[in-house]
Nanobody
Framework: VQLQASGGGLVQAGGSLRLSCVDS??????????VAWYRQVPGKQRESLAD???????NYADFPKGRFTISRDSTTHTVYLQMNSLKPEDTAVYYC???????????WGHGTKVTVSS
């Protein structure tokens, strides 16, 4: 598994970004795993944003509901996070995660930085 996140950058408040995370390791793990997005602000704990199972069932933390949408493309082994109505407090490094608790694996990608200016 090799998770590569991209799509971060600088955006004004109220704007949108779409983050992508591709598993370039072949896709076997991706096809049977839950994939998720987290974020972390320096000095704070990493927090969960959303996850989506291999059956396309999405779950969201309370605070990004209605603004963030997670999706996955099993043909390209990519998970997306569409972020709308961005706020300065959304500034963070965003990470993707691929996991299968039964199989015992849990992989992290390198983060992509999102900065929202006021």
């Amino acid at each position: 598994v090799q998770l590569q996140a991209s799509g971060g950058g600088l955006v004004q408040a109220g704007g949108s970004l779409r983050l992508s995370c591709v598993d370039s390791g072949g896709g076997f793990h991706f096809s049977i795993s839950t994939v998720a997005w987290y974020r972390q602000v320096p000095g704070k704990q990493r927090e969960s944003l959303a996850d989506i199972t291999n059956f396309n069932r999405a779950n969201y933390a309370d605070f990004p509901k209605g603004r963030f949408t997670i999706s996955r493309d099993s043909t390209t082994h990519t998970v997306y996070l569409q972020m709308n109505s961005l706020k300065p407090e959304d500034t963070a490094v965003y990470y993707c995660n691929l996991r299968n608790k039964r199989a015992g694996w849990d992989f992290w990608g390198h983060g992509t930085k999102v900065t929202v200016s006021s």
